[in-house]
T-cell receptor, first 113, second 116 residues
Framework: GDSVTQMEGPVTLSEEAFLTINCTYT??????LFWYVQYPGEGLQLLLK?????DKGSNKGFEATYRKETTSFHLEKGSVQVSDSAVYFC????????????FGKGTKLTVNP | GAVVSQHPSRVICKSGTSVKIECRSL??????MFWYRQFPKQSLMLMAT?????????EQGVEKDKFLINHASLTLSTLTVTSAHPEDSSFYIC????????????FGSGTRLTVV
């Protein structure tokens, strides 16, 4: 079945450092790919998404590129802030639009001032 | 943007009682809603998928008689944890998908259930 593998956390960085969180997937066909962010005690918020190969999703300085050849969707940010501290989830869904999301295990990011 | 309201945000109940959690799509019609459970420091585990007007589809290993899901309208789905026990304590999150491509998966803010 479909699956998502995310780099293990936790990740601790200093403010303004460069961030990469690796994500690779296994899926049949051509899934849509997502990054979600969860702040403590809250639900998930969509950070960015990409629906086809070579698409780049971006939001709030974060970006990720859908790489079909390497089945990857790595999350990057050039300069993290303390407010970026959260848990980040990589996820995929089938092409139907209302199919269930398959999540990675999440990566906790802590940014220190 | 699409908004999903989930209530209550926190609930404490006694062992053996039932608890109902509501998930409402406020500004769109949700043809499909998903219910997830999240254990501390772990990922989201899909419990079931519900479509308006039909029975929910439960994931393997989820007790459908214990976790009752009702999706009676295009804007409301409920999860009832029946005869709750301490091991049911967890963070429950709903997600809704609207019609068309305009709205993707929108998540509620979650419900922290503690069974004492």
């Amino acid at each position: 079945g479909d699956s998502v593998t995310q780099m293990e956390g936790p990740v601790t960085l200093s403010e303004e450092a460069f961030l990469t969180i690796n994500c690779t997937y296994t899926a049949t066909g051509y899934p849509s790919l997502f990054w979600y962010v969860q702040y403590p005690g809250e639900g998930l918020q969509l950070l960015l998404k990409a629906t086809k190969a070579d698409d780049k999703g971006s939001n709030k300085g974060f970006e990720a590129t859908y790489r079909k050849e390497t089945t990857s969707f790595h999350l990057e940010k050039g300069s993290v802030q303390v407010s970026d501290s959260a848990v980040y989830f990589c996820a995929l869904s089938g092409r139907g639009g209302s199919e269930k999301l398959v999540f990675g295990k999440g990566t906790k990011l802590t940014v220190n001032p | 943007g699409a908004v999903v309201s989930q209530h209550p945000s926190r609930v404490i109940c006694k062992s053996g009682t039932s608890v109902k959690i509501e998930c409402r799509s406020l500004d769109f019609q949700a043809t499909t809603m998903f219910w997830y459970r999240q254990f501390p420091k772990q990922s989201l585990m899909l419990m079931a998928t519900s479509n308006e007007g039909s029975k929910a589809t439960y994931e393997q290993g989820v007790e459908k008689d214990k976790f009752l899901i009702n999706h009676a309208s295009l804007t409301l789905s409920t999860l009832t944890v029946t005869s709750a026990h301490p091991e049911d304590s967890s963070f429950y999150i709903c997600s809704a998908v609207g019609t068309g491509k305009r709205y993707g998966y929108t998540f509620g803010s979650g419900t922290r259930l503690t069974v004492v």
